[in-house]
C-alpha cells in the first residue's frame, strides 16, 4: 500500500491506496484544469504531520462506493478504470470538483474552524479592502475577478475564499491563482489583458466556451493571510448588452448574513457526483452549520464591511464599480 498526508492550510490529509494515483501529477501540479491548485493556494507532503483524517482508496473490482465516518473514509471499486474512461477528470477522486477537494473543506471547518465561501476575492493594498465576490457556476466571477487584474488589484483566491473567526479577529487565507477561464471571453471582453497573461501559444484554436488554467500567481496578494481588512461583498450578474452596471444593495444585516452562510454552505453541503456514477451527498452536519451561521452573523455585526451590493452588467463594465 502506498501512503501519502497532504496539507491544504490548516487540514491534513492522510491518503492510502493500492493505486500510484495517489501521486498523479494531474492532480497536484499546476497547469490542468483538474488540478487541485485551482481550490488551494498549496497542495504539499507532509509526512511527518498527524492528520486530522484518513482516507483508503482501493482499487477492487466491486461496484464503486464510498464511505465516510468522520476522520475515516473509503472509497472502493475499480478506479483504475473509471479514471481511464473519465473524460472530464475534474469529477473524479483527486480532481478539483471532487472527493479530496471536498473532504478537506470539510476538515478545515470542522477541525480548524475555517469555513470557505464559494468566492474569488481582490485586495486592494491601499485601502486595505479585501472585495470578496461570490456566486456559482456562471454567474459572473471570472469576469469580476478579471476586470480587477485589469484595474490593478491584487488577486487572493478564484475559487474559494477561507475565513477563521478567533476571539474578534476575522483572519482571510489565500486560496489558489490559478483560474478555469474561456480564452474567448477574456479575448473579447479585456483583450488589452493578453499581453499582460500567460495564455498558451495557440490559444486561439481551443474551442468556444472551452476552458483553459489561466495563472494569475504575477498578480497575487504576497502574504498568505489578512488580518480584519474592511470588507466589500460583491455578487455579479451578467448580461450580455447591458451598457450600464445595475448596482443594488444587498441587505438588511440579517439577509447579508444568510447570503453569506449559504455561500459557504454551498461546497462542503451539495450533493456531487463523481465518474458520472457515484453519487454523495456532501460533508455538512448539523453542528457544522450551527458554528457556520454564527460565524457569520459576528462577520456581518463586527466586521467592517464598506459595501455589499449586487451588480449587474456585461463583463467590461464591472470596471466600472470595482
Known sequence: MLTRTIAALAARLRLVSNLDLIYDARYFSPGRMESLLTDYDQIADDPAAEPDATLY????AVAPTVSVQARTALARGPFASLE?????KR???LGNQGLVYRYLLFLLAEAHGIHSFHANALYDPAEDTLTIVLGGAASGKSPVLLAGVRKGLQVFGT???HLEADQGTFVWHRAAAIDNIRPQSLA???PDLLERLALPPGWEEIPPGAKYPLDLSAFAVPTQSLHNPRLRFLLPRVEAGRARPVVERLGPPGALA???FDNASEKIG???TLYNRLALPGFDTPSLAERRLAT???LVAEAEIARAEMVLAEPRYFLEVL
Open 296 to 298: 457569520m452573523v459576528r
Open 258 to 260: 444568510k447570503l453569506l
Open 91 to 93: 469529477y473524479t477522486l
Open 270 to 272: 451539495s450533493s456531487f
Open 84 to 88: 481511464e474512461e473519465m473524460a472530464d
Open 57 to 60: 482508496i482501493l482499487d477492487d
Open 188 to 190: 473579447a471582453d479585456f
Open 159 to 161: 475559487e474559494l475564499v
